[in-house]
């Protein structure tokens, strides 16, 4: 399984947009990239996922450059309620169970 | 649809005892897995199944069985409790990976405490 690095924390201010890059340096050519987003208490949401260039859907962004060893999700316009601790994984989808591995994500915090 | 749900939600074992934690989903997934979150860390994957009658080893499978019957249920149960299985034990559920979208839908967790 492909290894994944993200921060550890990062703060912003509400209403800004807020990218979270995750480094993947050896994924592989089956592998696709998808992002968790986890409140205190509860279990992780599925946000979005990609292959390649960029995908968008109406909670996030995310950016995949054309090596794919790295990928930014974008939050626009973050509220409060989007503290959370955001997973990046990557995993081959095509056939059989893919045992994920969650880091320990970035912790978000929402400045008011 | 309920989607997957857990149970109980909290539990207090004392070393030694056994128990079963529940989870169940509606959505006639094939895989089902179980994951602990310790504090400060990401969840490990325990046990999964890809259907029924089939379940195999995740990270962290010491201390813990698991059975698949039927594709609805997918019962974690501690034979006997040691306080290093206290933890956040979440239940998640999915369709086979496909050239498209994969998404694991999780529970809630039950909390478990063993003293």
């Known amino acids: 399984l492909a290894k994944t690095t993200q921060p550890i924390s990062m703060d912003s201010y509400e209403g800004q947009e807020v990218n979270i890059t995750c480094s993947h340096n050896?994924?592989?050519?089956?592998?696709?990239i998808t992002w968790y987003q986890q409140f205190p208490s509860q279990g992780p949401r599925f946000i979005i996922q990609?292959?390649?260039t960029k995908v968008t859907n109406e909670v996030a962004s995310l950016f995949i450059p054309a090596d794919r060893k790295s990928s930014t999700l974008s939050l626009p316009r973050v509220s409060l309620s989007d503290t959370a601790v955001y997973y990046c994984?990557?995993?081959?989808?095509?056939?059989?169970?893919?045992?994920?591995?969650f880091g320990i994500g970035t912790k978000l915090q929402v400045i008011p | 649809n309920a989607g997957v749900t857990q149970t109980p939600k909290f539990q207090v074992l004392k070393t030694g005892q056994s128990m079963t934690l529940q989870c169940a989903q509606d959505m006639n997934h094939e895989y089902m897995s179980w994951y602990r979150q310790d504090p400060g860390m990401g969840l490990r994957l325990i046990h999964y199944s890809v259907g029924a009658g089939i379940t195999d080893q995740g990270e962290v499978p010491n201390g813990y069985n698991v059975s698949r019957s039927t594709t609805e249920d997918f019962p974690l149960r501690l034979l006997s409790a040691a306080p290093s299985q206290t933890s956040v034990y979440f239940c998640a559920s999915s369709y086979p990976g496909t050239s498209g979208k994969d998404e694991q839908f999780f529970g809630p967790g039950t909390r478990l405490t063993v003293l």
């Open positions: 994984l990557v995993g081959d989808l095509v056939g059989g169970y893919q045992k994920v591995t």
């Open positions: 050896n994924i592989a050519t089956n592998d696709y």
């Open positions: 990609g292959y390649k």
